[in-house]
């Protein structure tokens, strides 16, 4: 089984930057690209979402531009509601 791509989770705190140069490393060795993904709580085209979108797809370019495949997403969700335990 190949690894054609590798998903990777930002939120843009220092913690999940981390993720990004393994994820990297990890395309380059299995030639794969990587799929940038963000969650976020506010709607479709609102402040939060928009920053997301630009942060990710600033991210993506760069990726893109040395030669790794390279896509991004946003997602909409309630993270209270995702990370409810009862």
Do not use: Q
């Amino acid at each position: 089984m190949a690894l054609n791509k590798i998903l990777t989770p930002l939120d843009g705190s220092v913690l999940a930057s981390k993720t990004l140069p393994i994820a990297v490393s990890l395309a380059g060795l299995a030639k794969a690209g990587v799929c940038l993904v963000s969650v976020t709580g506010g709607k479709a085209g609102d402040f939060r979402h928009g920053d997301s979108e630009l942060y990710l797809e600033e991210i993506s370019s760069s990726l893109v531009g040395i030669g790794i495949p390279a896509c991004s997403y946003v997602a909409v969700g309630n993270d209270a509601l995702a990370a409810s335990w009862s």
